[in-house]
């Protein structure tokens, strides 16, 4: 079995992760194993949709022709490849869906955000898939900052003595497009390790600098883009309208069914709201790159 | 609004780019919305290319997944998403009614009311959609005749843009897939005669989908959607599904402007590949 750190767990796996921290531990919080995973959740209580079938405490996923995976009490994953597809593939979609549905079953928020640190602080950029927030995080790389987290960051709210909201990291690797690589600059990310054979996107991995510690959340940028758009605009967003948008930006928040995870959500962004600025930024649909972006924001960080 | 009574909820708004489906999805906006139009809040319900609405459903990125890997799943998705419906939903596609790699249909038959399809003389398509692509007419002239003809293609495998690859083969090949090949039913309503007949024209299409509407408000729907009306809009306020690189998505919508665009070679190439089917809905 393997030892891992990843979204702040303790992860006992079968399956070897790359991308996850080695870490030695007592306990585990996660097991991941591969095996045959049930065809529905145990109860009737359950929802069904076109891949999955999700219940409170259990969640189904079959992407075909390349695994189905069950996870279960925040503390269980089976996966069930289909016979000779890649490892790569079968990782990519467990880092993804299948974690958010752990981390959901524990009661945690999975933001759809990266996250840059400097000094102790982090600064996060969320956004759904093709807002730019990888690339983007990538670039202030090369300018003083250090990638914290890519795609997942998993907030956390602090304590009387330690106000303000924080946040652990999915795990030491970022994940760029080709022609993102080629966009920045060539001699600091590769073309190394694809993350799935046939698409042209690759994980960098950045295990020497990664921090695997809960940071406070100092700033909070949310990327929007939009056909309307013709110009990069940053606004900084009222409470009510940092709620409303970050409450969009959980990771895959169709798996939040339960209200009493609702409410623990609610609870959370309040206290985010009302410690963290968040700017929201809108781009065209198409036609800008990261540098013009960090141009945009940069009186802000 | 008919009755829903079983699950056939989709109506596919259908064509070959640059046919008058944005005309026809602001005309049924305004007859879902006393007679109004705004042209960036269209009250039709999206594009089937439409990745977030994948997304949302599949529960997974579907950037990380091969354009072949979204085809298998896609009518799976608007399965899904038909169930959650509580009334008819009009879904814009310029996809060619084809199938994905297990040889199922990607469009959705057994959820589908039925597909209006809109279909223009494709001598008029050609200036129209050089100024859409931001390209030469003869380049647009290539592209009505190109079986392997996709929007939004994506170089290298790539599948990340805000919408799919649409597979939408020339112009010949997509209106017989989209007029013979399906099980549900499908009128086709002439560009020309949305022009020339507009009343006689969406009535006709009114009734077939079995939307209730009085003369009155068809007549109001269609000036509020006139090509002027539109055309004003985008002016002074622009239009979101504009291209970047063109210049104004409403450019003349008047038809015949090929005599003045293409030349004798292109016209005459134009209309001995396809024919049959210009023969067939008069347009030779």
Not at chain 1, 16 to 31: G, I, W
Request: net charge neutral; aromatic share 10%; proline share 4%.
């Amino acid at each position: 079995m393997f030892r891992y750190w990843g979204f702040g767990l303790n992860i006992l796996s079968q399956i070897e992760f790359p991308e996850l921290l080695p870490k030695e531990f007592d306990k585990e919080d996660v097991t991941i194993e591969i095996g045959i995973t049930p065809l529905k959740p145990e109860g009737d209580d359950f929802v069904k949709r076109p891949f999955s079938c999700i219940a409170e405490k259990e969640y189904i996923l079959n992407i075909r022709n390349v695994c189905r995976y069950y996870a279960a009490n925040g503390s269980k994953i089976i996966a069930e490849p289909v016979p000779g597809i890649d490892q790569r593939s079968i990782r990519l979609f467990l880092l993804g869906t299948i974690m958010a549905a752990i981390l959901y079953q524990r009661g945690s928020l999975p933001l759809h955000a990266a996250a840059v640190e400097k000094n102790g602080k982090l600064t996060l950029f969320a956004g759904k898939s093709g807002a730019g927030k990888s690339t983007l995080t990538a670039l202030l790389a090369s300018n003083g900052y250090s990638v914290f987290s890519d795609d997942i960051c998993v907030m956390h709210s602090g304590t009387k003595d330690k106000p303000g909201v924080y946040c652990t990291a999915s795990y030491p690797m970022i994940k760029l497009w080709d022609d993102a690589i080629t966009q920045l600059d060539g001699d600091l990310y590769t073309r190394d390790y694809k993350i799935r054979p046939e698409l042209p996107k690759y994980g960098q991995f950045f295990f020497e600098n990664f921090n695997s510690g809960q940071l406070p959340v100092e700033k909070i940028f949310i990327i929007h883009p939009t056909g309307l758009s013709h110009n990069i605009d940053v606004i900084k967003l009222n409470t009510l309208k940092s709620f409303r948008q970050l409450e969009q930006q959980a990771y895959k928040n169709q798996l939040i069914l339960s209200k009493k995870l609702r409410a623990v959500h609610f609870a959370l962004l309040s206290q985010l709201t009302q410690h963290v600025p968040v700017y929201e930024i809108t781009r065209p649909q198409v036609g800008t790159n990261s540098a013009q972006l960090f141009e945009a924001i940069k009186n802000q960080l | 609004m008919p009755d829903l009574i079983n699950s056939e909820k989709i109506v596919w708004l259908a064509s070959f780019p640059k046919s008058g489906n944005t005309w026809f999805r602001a005309f049924l906006t305004a007859l879902m919305n006393n007679g109004k139009v705004e042209i960036n809040a269209l009250k039709t319900d999206g594009i089937f290319s439409d990745r977030t609405l994948f997304d949302l459903y599949a529960e997974i990125e579907s950037r990380d997944l091969t354009d072949r890997e979204v085809k298998m799943m896609i009518a799976d998705v608007y399965r899904f998403y038909a169930t959650q419906l509580n009334k008819l939903n009009f879904i814009k596609v310029h996809d060619a009614f084809e199938t994905d790699e297990a040889g199922l249909s990607i469009i959705p038959e057994d959820v589908t009311r039925c597909a209006i399809y809109i279909i223009r003389n494709p001598l008029d398509i050609v200036g129209s959609l050089a100024n859409h692509s931001a390209c030469s007419i003869q380049d647009a002239f290539e592209m009505l005749n190109n079986h392997n003809y996709s929007l939004a293609k994506q170089q290298g495998n790539l599948n990340r843009n805000a919408q799919f690859r649409q597979y939408v083969s020339d112009w010949s090949s997509h209106v017989k897939g989209w007029t013979l090949k399906p099980s549900f039913p499908v009128i086709v309503i002439r560009y020309e005669d949305m022009l020339t007949n507009p009343f006689e024209t969406f009535t006709k299409a009114v009734t077939f989908i079995g939307l209730e509407a009085t003369p009155d408000q068809i007549s109001a729907a269609i000036r509020a959607s006139s090509f002027e009306q539109l055309s004003s809009q985008e002016i002074e306020k622009g239009f979101q599904e504009k291209t970047r690189k063109s210049k104004q998505f409403f450019r003349s919508g008047k038809m015949g402007v090929w005599k003045e665009e293409l030349n004798q070679e292109q016209i005459s190439a134009l209309r001995e590949k396809h024919e049959e089917i210009m023969r067939l809905y008069n347009y030779l």
